[in-house]
């Protein structure tokens, strides 16, 4: 059975960090890219970074460069993601989830956000940012 099991969120204040885990089973950890979207309510979905488990090609929305990182574990099928300088814009439900990615592929600029692209997907977890 295919997992990803979003973990680490909660309500923090403006300016402080948060770290999320996604960890993923039933499927082969280095064939994926996961990435990251989330949802304000009343807004859109949003990718705003993914990672290649395999190579760790990374690609960041302009809204979250700088301020966040993603990282992958290989050894614990789990990306991790660091949330630094929290603003009140980033609540919402942040989501995990996984698409084929090949070793040494071109992630071009919308690479991350290509939703339908990815083939399994988390649950979602709140992070609440409060200013």
């Known amino acids: 059975e295919v997992q990803l099991v979003e973990s680490g969120g909660g309500l923090v204040q403006a300016g402080g960090s948060l770290r999320l885990s996604c960890a993923a089973s039933?499927?082969?950890?280095?064939?994926?890219?996961i990435g990251w979207f989330r949802q304000a309510p009343g807004k859109e979905r949003e990718g705003i970074l993914c990672?290649?488990?395999?190579?760790?090609?990374?690609n960041y929305a302009d809204s979250v460069k700088g301020r966040f990182t993603v990282s992958s574990d290989s050894a614990k099928n789990t990306v991790y993601l660091q949330m630094n300088s929290l603003k009140a814009e980033d609540t919402a439900v942040y989501y995990c989830?996984?698409?084929?990615?090949?070793?040494?592929?071109?992630?071009?600029?919308?690479?991350?956000?290509?939703?339908?692209?990815?083939?399994?997907w988390g649950q979602g977890i709140q992070v609440t940012v409060s200013s």
């Open positions: 990672i290649s488990n395999s190579d760790g090609y990374t």
């Open positions: 989830a996984a698409r084929i990615y090949f070793r040494g592929y071109y992630m071009g600029p919308y690479y991350c956000t290509e939703a339908h692209e990815y083939e399994f």
């Open positions: 039933g499927f082969t950890f280095d064939d994926y890219a």
